[in-house]
């Protein structure tokens, strides 16, 4: 795994313990946005509760045998799936979680402490980097609308994706809720989850094969796999 940038030690206050965050390249100065996230990230608003349960039952069915494999997981937030990600590709495989947001981070080093097949580091997904075919998974968790500049992400997932690696969109809401709670937050009010038709041809063109698509009022889950030439 590359090394960029220098270690940014955060400490957490409970443990005395550092817990290395490392201040990746494609970390720029904090925006509106970012503030926003540094502000509510100790407010635990996307801890999961137990109503979740069924839900990450049911994604990690549909995430199937992951043991061993290299999960990328943009926009991890305070970590609260990155957590079990970790658990799940136990024994062998490796999470690397990232984030904009030094208040998240912090966050998510405190709740990861003691799990070694993590790496945490703090980047924009629009200018991180990493070398080609880095990881099995790519993973978007409540994350998506965020990005700034979906076809840029999406040329930067194929690249970092193996041959045949999977790349998922998941939130656990409907594009309808989705949309309106981030309508009612001020710094985020544009992040809207794209179009399908867009995304479905944006998916294409950036060579990824779609392979599910589920879409109603409680969820979307996208899963495509990075093709060589155009699917
Ligand atoms: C709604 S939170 C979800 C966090 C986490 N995935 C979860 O489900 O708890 C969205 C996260 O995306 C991050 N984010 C926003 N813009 C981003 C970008 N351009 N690249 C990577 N992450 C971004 C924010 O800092 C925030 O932590």
């Not at 400490?11 to 509510?40: C, L, N, T, Y």
């Not at 193996?162 to 309808?176: D, K």
């Amino acid at each position: 795994m590359e090394k960029t940038g220098h270690s940014d030690r955060r400490k957490d206050a409970r443990s005395k313990v550092f817990v290395p965050v490392v201040r990746g390249r494609g970390w720029s100065p904090p925006s509106e946005k970012q503030a926003m996230f540094d502000h509510i990230a100790g407010h635990g608003c996307f801890h999961f509760k137990p109503g979740d349960e069924p839900r990450l039952a049911l994604l990690q069915r549909r995430l199937g045998g992951i043991r061993g494999l290299r999960v990328l997981e943009p926009g991890c937030g305070s970590g609260p799936l990155t957590e079990w990600l970790a658990r799940w590709v136990e024994p062998g495989g490796h999470v690397e979680a990232f984030d904009p947001s030094a208040g998240m981070l912090a966050q998510a080093a405190a709740n990861l402490r003691g799990v070694t097949n993590v790496r945490l580091s703090r980047r924009r997904c629009e200018e991180a980097d990493w070398p080609p075919a880095s990881f099995d998974i790519v993973l978007c968790f409540r994350v998506f609308p965020h990005f700034d500049d979906v076809e840029a992400v999406l040329a930067r997932f194929h690249r970092w994706l193996a041959p045949e690696g999977r790349l998922l969109i998941v939130h656990w809401e409907g594009r309808q809720a989705l949309n309106a709670l981030h309508a009612h937050h001020g710094p985020v009010d544009q992040d809207v989850f794209p179009q399908r038709s867009y995304l479905e041809s944006a998916l294409r063109r950036r060579r990824f094969k779609i392979e599910r698509w589920i879409e109603d009022e409680n969820e979307i889950y996208v899963e495509a796999t990075r093709q060589d030439t155009s699917a």
